[in-house]
């Protein structure tokens, strides 16, 4: 069963482009989950997708956008790059199970981002 | 808002020996799960355990166990017999129950690096 996809794995902008970034779930799952991590703030939660819907939000501004697709996969864009936006960008994928919450995350290799 | 601490940035370990890593975090909710997450220089993140807080008896995978206390609010790691494999950085995190009406996000700590001595 393949892992989780997530494309490009390195990706430099300059400030003020906008950009793309691509993450597709293992086989079955419904849920997506984005995250930054910096080396300053950590790990910090950017939203969670699940069948097309956002389900849950980090406080991110609203530069930062995503959506999900029928198939699951699910895209990140940033609007209006920022110095401070350089990250690594992981996303996450389960089974989405709504009763649950323990339920095991899925991490791909993530996207590193430099914003010049 | 759920906090979780790491206090230690960086601990090492002699091959073959025990290690503790500590987390502790901060929340008025009674029902929550909390996970040790691994992120090897691979980047991927990979569960390493979990413990729902409404279970007493700590929770063991293999080397890895927690030793959980509810009223202190701390959920430390102990890694046994420690390989050089679990070199990594590992992570504390907090999830609430999506079905509390709370705002069920992944909170992790700021991480800790694992280095571990041949």
């Known amino acids: 069963k393949a892992g989780v996809t997530q494309t490009p794995r390195y990706l430099i902008k300059t400030r003020g482009q906008q950009v793309t970034l691509s993450c597709s779930p293992i086989?079955?799952?419904?849920?997506v989950s984005w995250y930054q991590q910096t080396p300053g703030q950590g790990l910090q939660f950017l939203f969670e997708?699940?069948?097309?819907?956002?389900?849950n939000k980090g406080n991110f501004p609203g530069r930062f956008s995503g959506r999900q697709f029928s198939n699951s996969r699910s895209e990140m864009n940033v609007s209006t790059l920022e110095l401070g936006d350089s990250a690594l960008y992981l996303c996450?994928?389960?089974?989405?199970?709504?009763?649950?919450?323990?339920?095991?995350?899925?991490f791909g290799s993530g996207t590193q981002l430099s914003v010049l | 808002a759920q906090t979780v601490t790491q206090s230690q940035p960086e601990m090492s370990v002699q091959e073959a020996e025990t290690v503790t890593l500590s987390c502790t975090y901060d929340?008025?909710?009674?029902?929550?799960?909390l996970f040790w997450y691994k992120q090897p220089p691979s980047r991927q993140m990979i569960l390493v355990i979990r413990?729902?807080?409404?279970?007493?008896q700590n929770a063991t995978e293999n080397r890895f166990s927690v030793n959980f206390q509810k009223a202190a609010k701390s959920f430390s790691l102990k890694i046994s017999d420690s390989q050089l494999g679990d070199a990594a950085m590992y992570f504390c995190?907090?999830?609430?129950?999506?079905?509390?009406?709370?705002?069920?996000?992944?909170?992790f700590g700021k991480g800790i690096t694992l280095s571990v001595r041949p």
């Open positions: 996450a994928s389960s089974l989405g199970d709504r009763a649950g919450g323990n339920e095991k995350l899925f």
């Open positions: 086989s079955g799952h419904r849920s």
């Open positions: 997708y699940f069948s097309e819907t956002q389900r």
């Open positions: 929340t008025s909710e009674s029902d929550y799960y």
């Open positions: 413990q729902e807080a409404y279970k007493q």
């Open positions: 995190a907090y999830r609430t129950p999506f079905d509390t009406g709370a705002n069920s996000k992944l909170t």
